[in-house]
């Protein structure tokens, strides 16, 4: 297998952890952000988005980071996610809404924006709708290790790949209960060291893909 796109993509950074966790192997490519390549006909043709991550299996191309995971985690062989209707459900919630609510409006109105353009005020606001939308997942979590069980599964990797960046942001935080614990945990995973836990400095200032 292949994944195309640059090792600080969040979105690769996701399918990388996952596809670890699930006891696969893929050749990951650099492409996007400075790295480039994502304009060619060739790559086009895999994603006329021209956004990353695209998967490579075979003859079968993907993109969509979700689709991706999905798709991963009902391969033959795989093992090692969660991933039952309730996980699946969380998953797609976290996505599509915890993740909308950090992406664009903290991570990129704060980090990848230049100092002098940025509204902090906002980015502040978005930041308490984020934490309030972890408390959420936090709270689904309770006493259990992972937010729908004892296993890890497509919930976590779509909570846990963004909380790396929401801990090591220079922005006052009003931590959840059950955060810190929760993000300690993904911290003693290597396949999340590995994947997730990746320096971003490239991206500051950089409104680009």
């Not at 670890?20 to 790559?43: M, Q, W």
């Not at 006329?48 to 695209?54: A, D, I, K, T």
């Not at 976590?156 to 959840?176: E, M």
Request: proline share 5%; net charge negative.
């Amino acid at each position: 297998m292949i994944v195309h796109g640059r090792a600080s993509s969040s979105n690769v950074q996701a399918v990388m952890w996952g596809l670890t966790e699930l006891g696969l192997t893929a050749e990951r490519r650099d492409v996007g952000g400075r790295f480039k390549g994502t304009d060619t006909p060739a790559y086009r043709r895999m994603n006329p988005m021209g956004l990353v991550p695209v998967l490579e299996d075979g003859d079968l191309v993907l993109f969509e980071s979700a689709a991706i995971l999905r798709y991963l985690v009902g391969r033959p062989g795989a093992d090692g996610l969660a991933a039952g209707p309730r996980d699946d459900m969380w998953a797609e919630w976290a996505k599509t809404t915890l993740a909308r609510a950090f992406t664009e409006p903290v991570f990129w109105a704060y980090y990848r924006t230049p100092a002098a353009d940025r509204d902090m005020d906002a980015v502040h606001a978005a930041l308490a709708r984020f934490e309030g939308f972890l408390s959420m997942a936090m709270a689904e979590r309770g006493a259990r290790p992972w937010i729908t069980g004892d296993q890890l599964g497509l919930a976590d990797i779509w909570v846990g790949h963004l909380l790396y960046r929401y801990f090591s942001l220079d922005l006052p935080r009003a931590v959840p209960e059950g955060s810190q614990a929760y993000y300690d945990a993904l911290t003693q995973r290597p396949a999340y060291r590995d994947h997730v836990m990746v320096d971003y400095t490239e991206l500051k200032g950089r409104l680009v893909f």
